[in-house]
């Protein structure tokens, strides 16, 4: 079974903070990604990462960024943290095959910025 | 600007009646598309896919029905069961690349 882990179920953080939010894959995958979800807007990629070092920008990158340094983990920043950062956010893992791509879910990590 | 729409927030039906959760798009190069099924204070977990060149996938009581002319699939649970009760989401990608797009969600809520 694939695994993908979120360091933190609930985080309180005070506005002005830098937060750190951490992936881990536990099945080789090469991809990995970074949603928030909100109500009425569904899941909104943030950025995603090909490959160890490497990264894209998603729809929403404003005020995020990450570090890929080794490939089981993908970590998100918030080098700021401000109250519109305050959502559920995912993390997901796919292989790199050009066969049928399902992603892996972690459970979430639930930011609250006060 | 969403390309992939669930235009019913949410959905409420009986036990051992039939689900039809629908999803829309607008890119005419999505050539997969999956459902997922979230339960509060869980990941979402995949549920059901199909590719383009199919119009229908089935694995028991899920079916996905894609009609690619009007841009729309939707996902049927019979019979629906109190367990389905979740948010559904749909999503769409192009099959060589490794970016998804997720509609908004639909919680559905089957009553026993």
């Known amino acids: 079974d694939v695994k993908v882990t979120q360091s933190s179920r609930y985080l309180v953080k005070r506005t002005g903070e830098k937060v750190f939010l951490e992936c881990v894959q536990d099945?080789?995958?090469?991809?990995m990604f970074w949603y928030r979800q909100d109500p009425g807007l569904g899941l909104r990629l943030i950025y995603f990462?090909?490959?160890?070092?490497?990264?894209e920008k998603g729809d929403i990158p404003e005020g995020y960024s990450v570090s890929r340094e080794k490939k089981e983990r993908f970590s998100l920043i918030l080098e700021s943290a401000s109250t519109n950062q305050t959502s559920m956010y995912l993390c997901?893992?796919?292989?790199?095959?050009?066969?049928?791509?399902?992603?892996?879910f972690g459970a979430g990590t639930r930011l609250s910025v006060l | 600007d969403q390309q992939v729409k669930q235009n019913s927030p949410s959905l409420s039906v009986q036990e051992g009646r039939i689900s039809i959760l629908n999803c829309d798009y607008t890119?005419?190069?999505?050539?997969?598309f999956l459902w997922y099924k979230k339960y509060p204070a869980e990941g979402p977990t995949f549920l059901i896919s199909i590719s383009s060149i199919k119009d229908k996938n089935e694995d028991g009581r899920f079916t996905v029905f894609l009609n690619k002319s009007a841009k729309h699939l939707s996902l049927h649970i019979v019979p629906s069961q109190p367990g389905d009760s979740a948010v559904y989401f749909c999503?769409?990608?192009?099959?060589?690349?490794?970016?998804?797009?997720f509609g908004s969600g639909t919680k559905l809520n089957v009553k026993p």
């Open positions: 997901a893992s796919t292989p790199r095959t050009l066969a049928k791509n399902i992603q892996y």
């Open positions: 990462s090909y490959d160890v070092k490497m990264k």
């Open positions: 890119n005419s190069m999505f050539d997969y």
């Open positions: 999503a769409a990608s192009l099959l060589n690349f490794n970016k998804f797009y």
């Open positions: 099945m080789d995958h090469e991809n």
